[in-house]
């Protein structure tokens, strides 16, 4: 198995050399923060399997899809309608950029007060590390911030690169233009598969993608409980997986999942004590390996309770409405889902604090911890709304501005410990 994964990613053109450090590293990390934790629920091992073998089986299927003539098709944002590409039978994967270790090798040259988040993308592709990266045909981009809008003008000139233009504001002028990127968006996916886009495809497609969210909104209302039956870690981990597994297994495995915190809720079995803090973060997504939040606020008594993020809610909270089999009513329907994501690069983005404040209530969590990526000026200015916000509501926050490095640990543990302190009072 080993030898026919190091064909593969021989054959992916990957820096074996390099690719071997990530993947060294990344054994320890997971052991540490993941297989250290007790009574955790039997169907995170899925989770754990796949992570053991990140760059293995997955890739693999992708290969086999497009020794068949398939197509794949990497993103980086929840902004990219997956449905098209799934539509016209592509594959959608989306791309971690969670680590440290890829933006060491961006920063070579990118500049270095870029986030983090950007950085890690540009290095995988830079590094050759990423056999994700390497399989794909085409990578799709989208405006919603400076530093990804010139990073993707890098990126295009080492792998086939395509933006979207996602609009700042949410007026009806930039509905229109945003339904008219998800109409070019189909004729990209068209031309790159030679797949025509038809009603009963794209219905598929809806219902597939519909499906999936529906069991991540499952696994998030069993959170609501207390105790919570899964902790924050591992509910984060399901969620950056469903990235890039296969919709219908990944389905599947959710709400096998759930099956079982189901159970647990029932039998009133939790992860955590009853009375620890619960905490509701916001902000930023966090790909993997990007786990290190989670593991401060966990390893501190307390347990993550929701993700207000694009590795979280927004990825998931609303549905494509079903409509007629119809492509026109289908593609309006996309464009409209979509829209409704609050990302700070909209403004106003009054939605988000919104959202926050109902989802803190609904989770019964006990603070806030906003999180956003050094030099990520959207979300560090929104931390500064939300901030007021909250204290209307009496809703603790604690703002943290971190990257994907270790170095800061210490220092945050010590500022989350004093907020979890004062949250217990
Ligand atoms: S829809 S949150 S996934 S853009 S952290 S790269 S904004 S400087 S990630 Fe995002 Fe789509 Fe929005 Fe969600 Fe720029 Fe900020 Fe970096 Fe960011």
Redo the contacts with the bound molecule.
């Keep these: 198995m080993a030898n026919e994964n190091v064909q593969m990613w021989t054959e992916l053109n990957i820096d074996l050399k390099s690719h071997d450090m990530l993947l060294n590293a990344l054994g320890p990390i997971f052991q540490e923060v993941y297989l250290s934790q007790q009574n955790r629920p039997a169907g995170m091992g899925f989770y754990d399997f796949v992570v053991g073998d990140i760059h293995g089986i997955r890739v693999k299927e992708l290969r086999e899809h497009a020794k068949n003539g398939g197509k794949v098709v990497a993103t980086y944002?929840?902004?990219v309608p997956e449905e098209l590409v799934w539509a016209a039978d592509a594959i959608p994967v989306g791309l971690c950029a969670g680590t440290q270790f890829s933006v060491q090798i961006a920063e070579e040259v990118l500049p270095r007060n870029t986030?983090a988040?950007?950085k890690s993308s540009f290095g995988f592709k830079l590094g050759r590390v990423c056999p994700y990266v390497q399989a794909s045909h085409l990578i799709v981009g989208?405006t919603?911030?400076d530093?990804?809008k010139k990073m993707f003008e890098m990126l295009g000139q080492l792998q086939p690169v395509y933006v979207m233009e996602v609009p700042n504001k949410k007026t009806e002028r930039s509905r229109e233009l945003w339904h008219g990127e998800v109409l070019a968006f189909k004729d990209v996916i068209e031309k790159l598969t030679g797949n025509k886009i038809t009603a009963k495809k794209l219905g598929e497609a809806i219902d597939l993608v519909n499906l999936r969210r529906v069991a991540l909104q499952r696994l998030y209302n069993l959170r609501k409980n207390r105790p919570v039956p899964i902790s924050g870690k591992d509910a984060l981990l399901a969620t950056q997986v469903s990235f890039y597994d296969d919709a219908k297994r990944d389905t599947q495995m959710l709400n096998a999942l759930c099956d079982e915190l189901d159970k647990r809720v029932a039998a009133g079995q939790g992860v955590a004590p009853k009375n620890a803090p619960r905490i509701l973060i916001s902000g930023?997504?966090m790909a993997i390996p990007n786990w290190k939040l989670h593991h401060i606020i966990e390893s501190a008594g307390a347990v993550v309770v929701c993700e207000e993020s694009?590795t979280g809610t927004?990825f998931f909270s609303d549905l494509v409405k079903p409509t007629e089999n119809n492509l026109d009513a289908q593609l309006k329907a996309i464009a409209d889902r979509y829209m409704n994501?609050h990302?700070?690069?909209f403004t106003p983005n009054d939605e988000r604090p919104d959202d926050v404040v109902r989802l803190a209530k609904e989770y019964q969590a006990d603070g806030v911890i906003h999180y956003n990526?050094q030099?990520?000026h959207?979300?560090a200015n929104e931390a500064v709304k939300m901030e007021k916000r909250l204290e209307k509501e009496g809703i603790p926050l604690l703002r943290i501005e971190t990257d994907y490095s270790d170095e800061d640990a210490g220092q945050l543990r010590t500022r989350i410990e004093a907020f979890l302190e004062m949250i217990r009072k």
């Design positions: 944002c929840v902004f986030c988040l950007i989208e919603t911030c530093g990804k930023s997504p694009c927004r994501i990302c700070a690069c990526l030099f990520c959207t979300y």
